[in-house]
């Protein structure tokens, strides 16, 4: 199976520490939307600010469940916005 995920990553142009790369992005995008605790979703917004302009800047606040976290994502993506045109 792995292999296989292998073979067809490599003919994606894509290596497998870029797989992992992009699934831990994944993962770390699923983890901001989850955050429920609204002490931490302050903490993580803090955060988000700080690196608007990775990764974690581009998660979509739908289904976010911190308002912290969801109105630093909604800020984040405005800013973004205003930039391109």
Not at 29 to 42: N, P, S, V, Y
Not at 80 to 85: L, P, S, Y
């Amino acid at each position: 199976m792995i292999a296989r995920k292998c073979k067809l990553g490599k003919r994606q142009g894509l290596t497998p520490l870029r797989m992992h790369r992009f699934a831990a992005m994944d993962t770390c995008r699923k983890l901001i939307r989850g955050i429920d605790d609204e002490e931490l979703g302050m903490r993580v917004r803090e955060v988000l600010v700080q690196y608007a302009d990775t990764f974690a800047g581009e998660t979509e606040p739908v289904g976010c469940e911190s308002t912290a976290v969801r109105n630093a994502l909604q800020e984040i993506q405005a800013a973004r916005a205003d930039i391109k045109g």
